[in-house]
């Protein structure tokens, strides 16, 4: 039906009913094309069984396929002059709950117990503020929520460098960070021309599905995405220079050198280079010598 929010005609409507100006500073980019709202719902993995969590609803696009297609569905608003847009665009759908509150902020856990089935299917969907991007999905698979997937709308180039492979200029410790909790795929590149108001970067669809656990073993996470980060410092340098740098009051180059031969990693090769499996290798060796 074309009386769905998103369309550019009833987005227009909404927006001049309430007088609503957007907010560069929340990124505020809504969507108005119902084909790429049905993509995502699609590849989320959405259906009548699962659940489904929102970051950012705006006025409604997204919220409302979802509506539709779930079960239930729980959003996260945190700008109060879209409370009353959304009650007024939502209305029709009673399986949906707005939470005003700032995602980074929220007990997402607490409010899984509370409103969803112990054993539901619950998939994290949003087209997301492309200013937080990073510090939200990381928050979010840092707490090890009870959800199958996150599949949302980001800017193509952080896209690009959470689903890439080694060797390849998109792969960094963001890859290492994002790929040790999920399997991370793009689905699709996006155009800028549906959205209002069109942002200034190309997006993608990213999907990430969460892992039972990670895929390597890591002795200590907290050490070790600090050796990962390093091994990246400066992108050009070489393993054992960066991991000089980064070790400069613990050991030489030449000890460096040495730890790295007995692991079988040779220390001119740039991080890079180097699969999460070495990552892990290297971090767990380094941190065995640090106890
Ligand atoms: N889902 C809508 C759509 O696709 O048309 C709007 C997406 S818009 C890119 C991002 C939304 O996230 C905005 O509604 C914005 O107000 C909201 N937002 C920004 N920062 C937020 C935060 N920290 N917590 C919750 N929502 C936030």
């Not at 049905?38 to 396929?65: D, F, S, V, Y």
């Not at 200013?131 to 698979?141: A, E």
């Amino acid at each position: 039906t074309n009386r769905y929010i998103a369309t550019p005609i009833r987005t227009k409507e909404i927006l001049n009913k309430y007088k609503f100006t957007f907010k560069k500073s929340l990124g505020q980019n809504f969507l108005i094309d119902v084909n790429i709202l049905k993509n995502i719902i699609k590849h989320a993995g959405i259906n009548k069984e699962t659940g489904a969590i929102e970051i950012g609803p705006g006025i409604g696009a997204l919220t409302e396929q979802l509506a539709v297609h779930a079960d239930n569905v729980v959003a996260y608003e945190i700008d109060q002059r879209l409370l009353p847009i959304l009650d007024d665009t939502l209305q029709g759908y009673s399986n949906v709950r707005v939470i005003h509150e700032d995602i980074l902020k929220a007990n997402v856990h607490e409010m899984i117990k509370e409103q969803f089935e112990p054993e539901q299917p619950v998939h994290i969907v949003a087209n997301l503020p492309y200013y937080i991007t990073t510090p939200i999905l990381m928050k979010l698979l840092r707490e090890k929520l009870p959800v199958s997937s996150l599949t949302v709308m980001i800017q193509k180039e952080v896209a690009d460098r959470m689903a890439a492979k080694p060797n390849s200029k998109s792969y960094g410790s963001l890859t290492i960070a994002i790929q040790y909790y999920t399997h991370a795929e793009v689905v699709m590149n996006v155009p800028k021309s549906v959205f209002m108001p069109q942002p200034n970067v190309d997006s993608s669809i990213l999907k990430l599905t969460t892992r039972e656990k990670p895929p390597v073993h890591v002795d200590n996470e907290d050490y070790f995405f600090p050796i990962v980060q390093a091994c990246f410092a400066q992108r050009r340098k070489t393993l054992r220079n960066n991991l000089t740098s980064h070790f400069k009051d613990v050991y030489d180059k030449g000890e460096i050198t040495t730890i790295l031969n007995e692991i079988g990693i040779d220390g001119t090769r740039r991080g890079e280079s180097l699969t999460m499996e070495e990552f892990a290798i290297l971090a767990n060796s380094f941190y065995k010598r640090s106890l």
